[in-house]
T-cell receptor
Framework: DAKTTQPNSMESNEEEPVHLPCNHS???????IHWYRQLPSQGPEYVIH???SNVNNRMASLAIAEDRKSSTLILHRATLRDAAVYYC??????????????FGEGTQLTVNP | NAGVMQNPRHLVRRRGQEARLRCSPM?????VYWYRQLPEEGLKFMVY????????ESGMPKERFSAEFPKEGPSILRIQQVVRGDSAAYFC?????????????FGPGTRLTVT
């Protein structure tokens, strides 16, 4: 599995934007970039995914570098509920059905009131 | 539409006993994944199942652990002769199985404590 590198922790203030970086210099052409997050004492939840183009959904935006060697998850206005561990995960689109998620260490996001 | 359900949410077992963890996937989902999160560690994949089939068990410990997903009923993760090192949070996830990168929906987890 291609490896991802994320900062161990980041801090933000409530209602400010947060940019969570992820490096994936060995990404292959068939890898999708997925983000999940895990709130305290809960199971992980899907946030967003993309291949080449930037993506937006109700939770966040995903900005993907032109060479695809890095990406940034953007939370436009952080809330206290966004405090979680954020995981950047690569998934191979070539697989025909199902694939495990390989979680790294993730980034612990702290949101200050 | 109910999400992924896991029970029990908390389970205490003495060393040497058996632990059975249950996972009911979301309605319409035929793929189930089990992950384990040891204290102060990250999530690790254990096993991937479809109905009546184990697709990938490369993350399962070689002994004492088994998983099944029968045609009817929930998926079961079974740990025989538990040891203290089995104490962890066990998460189940499900997906519809329509593509290789389906979003996985996670349950709330079962927290196993071995005394």
């Amino acid at each position: 599995d291609a490896k991802t590198t994320q900062p161990n922790s980041m801090e933000s203030n409530e209602e400010e934007p947060v940019h969570l970086p992820c490096n994936h210099s060995t990404i292959s052409g068939t890898d999708y970039i997925h983000w999940y997050r895990q709130l305290p004492s809960q199971g992980p939840e899907y946030v967003i995914h993309g291949l080449t183009s930037n993506v937006n959904n109700r939770m966040a935006s995903l900005a993907i570098a032109e060479d695809r060697k890095s990406s940034t998850l953007i939370l436009h206005r952080a809330t206290l509920r966004d405090a979680a561990v954020y995981y950047c995960i690569l998934r191979d689109v070539v697989l025909t059905s199902g694939s495990r998620l390989t979680f790294g260490e993730g980034t612990q996001l702290t949101v200050n009131p | 539409n109910a999400g992924v359900m896991q029970n029990p949410r908390h389970l205490v077992r003495r060393r040497g006993q058996e632990a059975r963890l249950r996972c009911s996937p979301m309605k319409g989902h035929s793929h189930v994944y089990w992950y384990r999160q040891l204290p102060e560690e990250g999530l690790k994949f254990m096993v991937y199942l479809q109905k009546e089939n184990i697709i990938d068990e490369s993350g399962m410990p070689k002994e004492r652990f088994s998983a099944e997903f029968p045609k009817e009923g929930p998926s079961i993760l079974r740990i025989q002769q538990v040891v203290r090192g089995d104490s962890a949070a066990y998460f189940c996830a499900s997906s519809p199985g329509t593509s290789a990168f389906d979003e996985q929906y996670f349950g709330p987890g079962t927290r196993l404590t071995v005394t």
